[in-house]
């Protein structure tokens, strides 16, 4: 069946580190991939997302690339800020599953000044 | 405007109580779902309705049943709560086709039970 593997956390960076959330799926078809903001206290919020190999999906610094050969999606910024303290959720979606969601357990990160 | 809301933000109740939780989305969307995360931020997915049918029912205590009056609303009604139901539960909607739309999320309905 499908499913999202993600890194485990939490993960504390230094602001303006780089930094790199792997995640990497299993899927039968073809998927969509996502990548979802969950600041404290709030609910998800979609960040970036990309829809076939080779996509890349940015948004706020953030970028992440569909990755068929290694199936992968991993998200990366290049200078992480004290406001991206958050935890990031890597999703996939594909139609022969009805759109149903599957996501990783998420990465909590942490950005200290 | 916002586009999924739940009602209430937070929910302390004793064990044995019966609650619901009521979510609402304006975004037109036809499929909608019910997530439970725990304290370690673990999303399990818990029903998903699409134009007011149930399509999916994760393995989830029959004490919990969504009810939908119609593919605006997805209410969750919890009986006989018990400790372990404790966490934050949300709700979410999607256009069901295509795939690659995302879901929206509510900002999440923390429930404590005593």
């Known amino acids: 069946g499908d499913s999202v593997t993600q890194m485990e956390g939490p993960v504390t960076l230094s602001e303006e580190a780089f930094l790199t959330i792997n995640c990497t799926y299993t899927?039968?078809?073809?998927?969509?991939l996502f990548w979802y903001v969950q600041y404290p206290g709030e609910g998800l919020q979609l960040l970036l997302k990309a829809t076939k190999a080779d996509d890349k999906g940015s948004n706020k610094g953030f970028e992440a690339t569909y990755r068929k050969e290694t199936t992968s999606f991993h998200l990366e910024k290049g200078s992480v800020q004290v406001s991206d303290s958050a935890v990031y959720f890597c999703?996939?979606?594909?139609?022969?599953?009805?759109?149903?969601?599957?996501f990783g357990t998420g990465t909590s990160l942490t950005v200290i000044p | 405007d916002t586009a999924v809301s739940q009602t209430p933000k937070y929910l302390v109740t004793q064990m044995g109580n019966d609650k619901s939780i009521k979510c609402e989305q304006n975004l037109g969307h036809d499929t909608m779902y019910w997530y439970k995360q725990d304290s370690k931020k673990f999303l399990k997915i818990m029903f998903s309705y699409n134009n007011k049918e149930l399509i999916i029912n994760e393995t989830v205590p029959n004490r919990f049943s969504p009810k939908s009056p119609d593919k605006a609303h997805l209410n969750l009604h919890i009986n006989s709560l018990e400790l372990g139901d404790s966490a934050v539960y949300f709700c979410?909607?999607?256009?069901?086709?295509?795939?690659?739309?995302?879901?929206?999320f509510g900002p999440g309905t923390r429930l404590t039970v005593l």
């Open positions: 979410a909607s999607t256009q069901g086709n295509p795939p690659w739309n995302e879901q929206f």
């Open positions: 999703a996939l979606s594909e139609l022969d599953t009805g759109n149903q969601f599957y």
């Open positions: 899927a039968t078809g073809y998927p969509s």
